[in-house]
């Protein structure tokens, strides 16, 4: 091992490559800084030569703004050295620090730094002002960036040799295009095989196999590419074939055999219970194991998946397990059982081989074809920056050159998180001698990290580059020199971490005792006493606690000390420096979400606030579920599982009666066609829209916020939801479409996600910190409790074949294993698990300022103490002088080795560092609920303005709003906001999705007859949505606009309908154009340049008095509404289906889907009449009529309504047809047509009606005729 020498960031050189290694709370970040600015100074580079890299976003920004404010601090501490006037040195200063106060300022940047400089005649004062300040002037340019965002600018500079497409676009995230290239490959390879061979197929359902898995396969081989893959020999071999004669025999007897007599078999095993291990055979395994041979048996192929449990019925297990003097039940079917779960599992072998030769191929082909398909695409990922870089640097030498020239020096922040990759391209450019300068010294490069923190192995970053960079500097340093916590903790921390030689467990990494700093801190009191670092023992006098109630003891006690500390401090008992403790200042420290959902529970027992921080993905969260359920029935209205399992979600807020009623209930009931019509209504705003519209709709009717955030944990499930939200529309932005991005949703639900996932905080209130260890790097709390750190469960590899460790220095992906063999790859994996597991210990128990309290001891895991005996906290008090693979294995008897790990503990104690029993029952403080201030009475702020309280965006349904009940929400009527696109018939269509005449009835359709298409809000957006696509000249574009709105707008579940519905769709285009509608007017006749396809409008309702409209209505012989008896203020918008132009007249046009009967007469003009008059359509076509007579007034030089306007047609298109037009009814009246020319005084009322504030005089008028009549709305009488 490299000796690491102190750091003396004054006077270190400045050349070659060096090695920085900063233990936590050292002062990293302020040793960054300060290197940074002796490079502007000593070296006169320029801030866009010094290149700054980390690895987050968050990170970079953090060194920029530290950097900044560092060189703006010196330029303001050099002020006092110059005049004031023409900012020279002051020449009247009796010392070369003319001004300064030494022992006014302890910066040791200015009084070590820059005295040094100017005292050695090295610098002028003035010429180091003006470096600073031209650095600061341009530091907006400076160098400082991610990995991929220097890769990105060093790729601009040279596109061509690192073989870039001309022009690209830099997407997050290739995951797309590998899906793809992952389905042709399974469709090209797998699937043959598959076909070939049943038992194969059955395997890869059971394994869970499948494009996706290509997928994750390939990424991880993308983001490692520096990994060896080690294979099994058998791979090289081809596929076996499958079941030969001797085990189908054996198969077709054991069937017979279990067919006759499987009661007795199950029946002889149960008396045979007594005489087995009763761990292993019990009622239960039992019932398993006659389940899986029912299950394997019945199948009637020898080549079913047989599960694991069977084998408890063969010959082989029954004598293993057996009691010691006992006899195995006999019986011929457990020899025959013997024989096939022998054979399975060569079959299972076999397919795993199989299996891997696939993988193998897939492996060795997708990366070129990967690029190939990217190149052709012209995009580029983040990762394929690193890639492209690093191949560009080895073909092309001089770029190294060019890069070093463009940026001299590098200094790399948390380098112990660097992959091989990353390294590579570093060294390239600062680690060897430039072509052009061979005999200069590489470098400068400073590499700043700490491998006692490497802690994202996930991420791909590999500790073993940090240890072998090391060993390769050319000079090595140490930051010993703790600034962040008092002398007692770190005195406890260099016990703890001091007591195993190997506590880190890997060769190469060992703790290096760290000494306090001279920062200066205000102290903790507490009038308790309690110990810097109190270690908790777990309870094991009897017998150890289980994992899950050792877990509620810890967050019990937690929760206990944290509201004693906070109850303290709200008397003034538990102080920092003069203030009180506050809750900000306290963490708890997790491994998992489920732990700090835990803790935040226990701590809400005691009324203590808390905040969860996490580097957990959102989408790994419930609401992650719970959106995707949402968005799979929004995108799908009639699919009525989906609408069941989103109503069931919390966003909906059903209690149970309501989700009893929609679980039995029709999809024909009028809940369940309200709530399908607001999903429908949410799919056409998402659609004309986007995502986020049809989101914040959602969550305004919805009530959502509201409802959550009264919720405990309510605000960390709102943020979960706005950041969700927020990410689906980034998505919906970058590749619009809903089954794209339910299938991005459905993707990330099972991927890490990237920084911009991680669950964000859900409150910036004076909070206890519930932290991951995992994002507590970095940070730094006063008193920090860690309740859970004594688990000493190893985190699991992941479910993708193969194993990841590394085989000395070389990174190894060895699939050697997943065969299910064993192999020294699973203990290599362990070693480093293990290792990582430690680094994590550290992590967490070095975050405390003031006071450090840590649960340790032992638990019984399964029965047993093997995995606390075996965990890593233990390992550091214990492990010193024992191999680690004999600690993880030990045999040594369980008492003895609880008895030397609690005496190892014993040891430890000492100064700081105490070991007490954990509190639990008595122990714990009845009276620790935190006393809070009285809540100050709160009450509005008086308006200093008269406010328009009923301003709206109105629509002709939301004025309907009270004619058709909507769908319940937790028992109350659910408010909806005015809804500005089309109805599309939604309650006129309310009935049974796909009913249809009973059968027998002589009325009975033809089958593709337009009367059998589907009913509902979903068939009439399909409906009209193929006339809005249909070019009514061109019955040959036909085909294409029906396809088009069954796929756009699908009316209903089942592909197998869809050859029907479309024909039934061609046969009502035929009809309804063929129509005559009025006298010479035929549809097909109009051209699309005639038309205006749903037309929108808007116009100004200033103070528009809903009673008057009712009174003029009625004024002028149109049926009476139900209006509410409010006034309308703001504006009207809607959507005219269509309006075209016909024989010099404006035709509007509606068109309607309604069921109305199967005969002519039920389409006839008493019919048409009663259902427009139902709905209130009358109330719409003179809004319509309004909006498009105002839109030719002004359009139209010499515009007449009685001479330009035609009219407005409502078409009741399933009895629009022309065999009926012509044989049943006389006349004007055409079946499923109705029309309406209003008279040109009544559109002129409404025209003055909708402008009436300026006529209160009319707005009275019609009120007080509103009510002249029989219907009244103030509930007095109808």
């Known amino acids: 091992m490299t000796q690491l020498i102190d750091l003396d960031v004054f006077s270190c050189d400045l050349d070659g490559v060096c090695l920085i290694e900063a233990s936590a709370g050292t002062g990293k970040t302020w040793n960054i800084c300060a290197l940074y600015v002796r490079l502007l100074l000593e070296k006169q580079l320029t801030v866009e030569q010094i290149l700054v890299v980390t690895f987050t976003n968050a990170a970079t920004a953090e060194l920029r703004e530290r950097i900044r404010g560092r060189l703006a601090g010196l330029v303001a501490a050099m002020a006092p050295v110059f005049g004031e006037e023409d900012g020279t040195a002051n020449e009247d200063a009796e010392d070369e620090f003319p001004d300064f106060d030494r022992d006014a300022s302890d910066d040791p940047l200015f009084n070590v730094m820059i005295a040094g400089l100017i005292e050695r005649g090295e610098m002028t004062p003035k010429a180091i002002r003006d470096c600073l300040q031209t650095a600061l002037r341009a530091f907006d340019q400076a160098s400082i960036h991610t990995i991929h965002g220097f890769c990105q600018r060093a790729l601009a500079e040279v596109p061509f040799a690192a073989g870039l497409p001309f022009a690209y676009e830099l997407v997050p995230d290739d995951n797309g295009v590998r899906h793809d290239l992952a389905v042709e490959f399974w469709r090209r390879v797998v699937e043959p095989l598959a076909a070939q061979d049943d038992g194969f197929a059955a395997w890869l359902v059971d394994r869970k196999r499948s494009p996706g898995t290509l997928t994750d396969q390939l990424a991880r081989r993308l983001k490692k590419p520096m990994s060896a893959l080690r294979w099994p ?130 492996l060795t082909q997708a990366p070129d074809q990967l690029a190939l398909r990217k190149r052709e695409l012209r995009v580029v990922s983040f990762d394929d920056l690193l890639g492209n870089i690093a ?266 009666t309501a989700l009893y009623r929609m679980q039995t209930s029709e999809a024909s009931d009028a809940e369940a066609i309200a709530w399908i019509e607001r999903l429908q209504r949410y799919r056409q705003l998402w659609i004309d829209r986007g995502f986020s519209a049809m989101w914040r709709t959602l969550m305004r009717e919805l009530g959502l916020a509201a409802r959550l955030v009264a919720q405990s944990g309510g605000e960390r499930r709102l943020t979960n939801f706005m950041h969700l939200a927020e990410l689906a529309q980034a998505r919906w932005a970058e590749q619009p479409g809903m089954p794209a991005l339910l299938r991005w949703l459905a993707s990330q639900r099972n991927a890490s996600g990237g920084e911009e996932a991680q669950l964000r905080l859900e409150s910036d209130q004076n909070l206890v910190q519930i932290v991951t260890v995992h994002k507590s790097k970095g940070l730094e709390y006063g008193v920090v409790f860690c309740p859970f750190l004594w688990d000493g469960a190893v985190r699991d590899g992941g479910s993708l074949d193969g194993l990841e460790y590394h085989d000395g220095p070389t990174a190894v992906i060895d699939f050697t294993d997943a065969a299910g063999k064993g192999s020294p790859a699973a203990a290599a994996l362990r070693q480093e698990q293990s290792a990582e597991q430690a680094r994590l210990l550290y992590v967490a128990l070095t975050r405390a300022v003031y006071r450090c309290y840590l649960a340790a001891g032992i638990y019984a895991s399964r029965r047993s103490v093997k995995e606390a005996c075996g965990g890593m906290l233990n390992w550091l008090a214990a492990g010193q002088g024992v191999p680690f693979d004999a600690w993880i294995t030990s045999t040594v008897d369980t008492d003895e080795r609880v008895a030397a790990i609690r005496s190892a503990w014993k040891a430890l104690v000492g100064g700081p560092l105490a070991v007490v029993p954990l509190p639990t029952g008595d122990a714990l403080d009845a009276g620790t609920r935190v006393a809070h201030d009285a809540a100050p009475e709160i009450t509005t702020r008086a308006s200093t303005r008269a406010l328009r309280e009923v301003w709206r965006i109105g629509s002709f349904s939301g004025l309907l709003a009270g004619m058709h009940a909507g769908p319940q929400l937790g028992g109350g009527q659910l408010s909806a906001p005015e809804r500005t696109r089309p109805d599309y018939d939604a309650q006129a269509n309310a009935g049974p999705t796909f009913a249809l005449p009973p059968e027998g009835d002589d009325a009975w359709p033809p089958a593709d007859d337009i009367l059998r298409f589907p009913r509902g809000p979903a068939a009439g957006e399909s409906l009209h949505r193929v006339f809005e696509l249909a070019d009514f000249q061109s019955r040959a574009q036909w085909p294409h606009a029906v396809s088009r709105a069954l796929r756009e707008r699908p009316p209903g579940r089942g592909a197998e309908h869809n050859d029907t519905w479309r024909a039934m769709m061609m046969n009502m285009l035929a009809d309804t154009l063929a129509t005559p509608l009025r006298p010479g007017l035929h549809l097909a006749d109009v051209a699309l340049a005639e038309r205006l396809t749903e037309m929108e409008f808007t116009y100004p309702a200033d103070a528009v008095s809903l009673d008057a409209l009712r009174g003029l209505l009625r004024q002028f012989g149109y049926p009476d509404l139900p209006l509410d008896a409010t006034v309308l203020r703001g504006y009207l918008k809607g959507f005219i289906d269509l309006v075209f132009r016909h024989g010099g007249q404006w035709w509007i046009l509606d068109w309607k889907s309604n069921y109305l009967g199967t005969a002519p007469e039920n389409y006839g003009a008493d019919g048409l009449r009663e259902a427009m008059a139902e709905h209130g359509y009358h109330l719409q076509y003179l809004l319509y009529t309004l909006a498009l007579h105002r839109y030719l007034q002004r359009r139209m030089t010499h515009y007449d309504y009685d001479r330009d306007m035609g009219g407005s047609l409502y078409l009741f298109v399933r009895g629009v047809r022309p065999d009926w037009a012509s044989a049943h009814l006389a006349g004007d009246d055409v079946p499923g047509v109705f029309f309406d020319k209003p008279s040109h005084e009544m559109v002129d009322a409404l025209d003055r009606l909708f402008s009436a504030g300026e006529n209160p005089a009319l707005v009275q008028a019609l009120a007080l005729d509103s009510r002249s009549g029989d219907a009244v709305l103030d509930g007095e009488g109808v």
């Open 233 to 362: 020999a058998a791979v090289e071999g081809q596929a076996q074939a499958s079941a030969d004669a001797a085990l189908l025999a054996t198969y077709a007897a054991a069937s017979d055999c279990w067919e006759a007599e499987a009661s007795a078999i199950a029946d002889l095993m149960r008396a045979a219970l007594p005489s087995y291990k009763k761990n292993i055979y019990h009622e239960t395994s039992l019932a398993q194991a006659v389940s899986a041979w029912q299950r394997y048996l019945g199948a009637r192929d020898a080549a079913a998946l047989l599960s694991p449990k069977a084998e408890l019925l063969t010959t082989t297990r029954l004598a293993k397990d057996i009691k010691k003097g006992e006899t195995p039940p006999d019986h011929r079917f457990f020899e025959m059982a013997d024989v096939l779960v022998r054979a399975r599992a060569d079959a299972d072998e076999r397919y795993a081989m199989q299996w891997l030769r696939i993988l193998r191929e897939w």
């Open 391 to 656: 191949r560009a640097l080895t073909q092309h030498p001089d770029l190294a050159d060019a890069l070093r020239s463009r940026y001299p020096c590098a200094l790399i922040d948390e380098f112990q998180d660097t992959d091989p990759l990353q390294f590579a391209i570093f060294s390239a450019v600062y680690g060897q001698r430039a072509m052009s300068a061979p005999d200069e010294t590489p470098g400068p490069m400073f590499m700043v990290g700490d491998p006692k923190q490497a802690i994202y192995s996930f991420r791909a970053a590999d500790l073993h580059t940090y240890l072998a960079a090391r060993e390769n500097a050319d000079a090595a340093y140490t930051l010993a020199v703790n600034q962040r916590s008092t002398p007692a903790i770190i005195e406890a921390g260099n016990r703890l971490f001091g007591a195993n030689d190997r506590a880190f467990v890997l060769d190469g990494l060992e703790y290096p005792p760290v000494r306090p700093g001279a920062r200066r801190r205000p102290p903790l009191s507490d009038v308790r006493e309690v110990a810097d670092f109190t270690v908790w023992w777990l309870p094991d006098d009897d017998e150890p606690l289980s994992k899950d109630d050792a877990q509620q003891a810890c967050a019990r006690a937690t929760a206990a000390e944290v509201a004693r500390l906070l109850a303290g401090a709200s008397r003034g008992e538990v102080l920092v420096g003069e203030r009180p403790l506050a809750p900000a200042d306290i963490a708890v420290i997790v491994q998992t979400h489920r732990q700090g959902a835990l803790m935040k529970a226990m701590l809400a027992e005691h009324a203590v606030g808390s905040v969860e921080l996490t580097q957990d993905s959102v989408f790994a969260s419930e609401e992650a579920e719970t959106l995707l359920r949402v968005l799979r029935a929004v995108e799908s209205p009639g699919d009525v599982r989906a609408l069941r399992a989103a109503l069931a979600t919390e966003l909906f807020g059903l209690d149970a």
